[in-house]
């Protein structure tokens, strides 16, 4: 599976959208973008996922671009809850999930 | 609809001793997953099962081993407990198509004292 490259922390002030960046230069053609969250120690949630298309659902946007090098996981008003860390993991469906170290996003009053 | 429920929660072992970490998912997902998650350190993969039946190693298997008892249920052995067994250990189930993710249980802290 393609390796992913992520901030290691971003800060947000709350209420305001937070774009979390991730890149993915080696991602292959079968290659899925996947999103997860981990609020301090409990189980990683899903958050969204996509293949070429930008996707939308009640938790987030992902923005991919053209290219599938880079994707964006868009919150669009970031409450203090938002505050954990973020993983960006690219995979093939049929494969297990590699976790990297993700971005730990503190959202601010 | 519990999705996955792990027992239990928490757990103090002697080294040397040994236990089984439970792990059930109501959902009729056909692949379930043990991670463990060292402080400050993302997710390892220990030990998954694919399907019913079947299961393989994943990037950090020595000292486990894994028990596919039905569709619903995998369990996670510790033979002989070690201190760098301390960890978050977590179960994940996923459906085939893989369309809504990995759904993932709260935890067990296990410390190997």
């Not at chain 1, 079968?30 to 609020?39: F, L, P």
């Not at chain 2, 085939?96 to 249980?105: A, C, I, K, S, W």
């Amino acid at each position: 599976d393609a390796k992913t490259t992520q901030p290691p922390s971003m800060d947000c002030a709350e209420g305001r959208a937070a774009n979390l960046p991730c890149n993915h230069s080696t991602i292959s053609g079968n290659e899925y973008v996947y999103w997860y969250r981990q609020i301090h120690s409990q189980g990683p949630q899903y958050i969204i996922h996509g293949l070429k298309n930008n996707e939308t659902n009640e938790m987030a946007s992902l923005i991919i671009t053209e290219d599938r090098k880079s994707s964006t996981l868009i919150l669009p008003h970031a409450t203090l809850r938002d505050t954990a860390v973020y993983y960006c993991i690219v995979n093939n469906a049929g494969n297990m999930l590699t976790f990297g170290g993700g971005t730990r996003l503190m959202v601010k009053p | 609809n519990a999705g996955v429920t792990q027992t239990p929660k928490f757990q103090v072992l002697k080294t040397g001793q040994s236990m089984t970490l439970q792990c059930a998912q109501d959902m009729n997902h056909n692949s379930m997953y043990w991670y463990r998650q060292d402080p400050g350190m993302g997710l390892r993969l220990i030990y998954y099962s694919a399907s019913e039946g079947t299961t393989d190693k994943g990037e950090v298997p020595n000292g486990y081993n894994v028990s596919r008892l039905n569709k619903r249920e995998f369990s996670l052995r510790l033979e002989s407990a070690a201190p760098s067994q301390t960890s978050v250990y977590f179960c994940a189930s996923t459906s085939l198509d893989r369309n809504y993710g990995y759904t993932f249980g709260s935890g067990t802290r296990l410390t190997v004292v």
